[in-house]
T-cell receptor, first 115, second 111 residues
Framework: EAGVAQSPRYKIIEKRQSVAFWCNPI?????LYWYQQILGQGPKLLIQ????????DSQLPKDRFSAERLKGVDSTLKIQPAKLEDSAVYLC?????????????FGNGTRLTVT | GDSVTQMEGPVTLSEEAFLTINCTYT??????LFWYVQYPGEGLQLLLK?????DKGSNKGFEATYRKETTSFHLEKGSVQVSDSAVYFC??????????FGAGTRLFVKA
């Protein structure tokens, strides 16, 4: 099966600019996650979708971050305006049911550098 | 709140040495437990899992046992290889079906 696709792989922007990341999950996977991984740390959940509804966005900085999942498939994550501390790898993951026993399948991530 | 604590790295071992990476967690409810691995230049991938107390997850020679009484899920391998060099993440799947990750433990295996 095709894996989780993410683009772009790398992005360099200046602070106060905007940026968007795209994710296409594994076909048929109902649950989609966006994680932020700062260098040297474990991934931190930003937002979780079940189909096209938001399940958890408690750690999403909503003043600058937004995310949507169109028609319960693809998803985009946007940052506007970016800050230096947003430099990180943004990981998209999906799972088939989102239940406690369902493992996450990750994309290769987008490495964002904010200068 | 829910949290996970992993052994700090980096861990450097010689080939064929025994590996243990400690992981303990605090969580509401009864989480499923996962180990994920990130090889150089690759994305995170599932290594093994255990879904109930005393379950043992295993894959590629790695093992971890779900210890409910000590809230631990330590990763072990009897004989590591150079190809095991990677970053390992302990990840309980907690209430609300949310997966939280430890900080990761980087393993270097020398030939």
């Amino acid at each position: 099966e095709a894996g989780v696709a993410q683009s772009p792989r790398y992005k360099i922007i200046e602070k106060r600019q905007s940026v968007a990341f795209w994710c296409n999950p594994i076909s048929g996977h109902a649950t989609l996650y966006w994680y932020q991984q700062i260098l040297g740390q474990g991934p931190k959940l930003l937002i979780q979708f079940q189909n096209n509804g938001v399940v958890d966005d408690s750690q999403l900085p909503k003043d600058r971050f937004s995310a949507e999942r169109l028609k319960g498939v693809d998803s985009t994550l946007k940052i506007q305006p970016a800050k230096l501390e947003d430099s990180a790898v943004y990981l998209c993951a999906s799972s088939d049911k989102g239940t406690a026993n369902s493992p996450l399948h990750f994309g290769n991530g987008t490495r964002l550098t904010v200068t | 709140g829910d949290s996970v604590t992993q052994m700090e790295g980096p861990v450097t071992l010689s080939e064929e040495a025994f590996l243990t990476i400690n992981c303990t967690y605090t969580a509401t409810g009864y989480p499923s437990l996962f180990w994920y691995v990130q090889y150089p230049g690759e994305g995170l991938q599932l290594l093994l899992k255990a879904t109930k107390a005393d379950d043992k997850g295993s894959n590629k020679g790695f093992e971890a046992t779900y210890r409910k009484e000590t809230t631990s899920f330590h990763l072990e391998k009897g004989s590591v290889q150079v190809s095991d060099s990677a970053v390992y993440f302990c990840a309980p799947h907690t209430g609300g079906f949310k997966t939280i990750f430890g900080a990761g433990t980087r393993l270097f295996v020398k030939a």
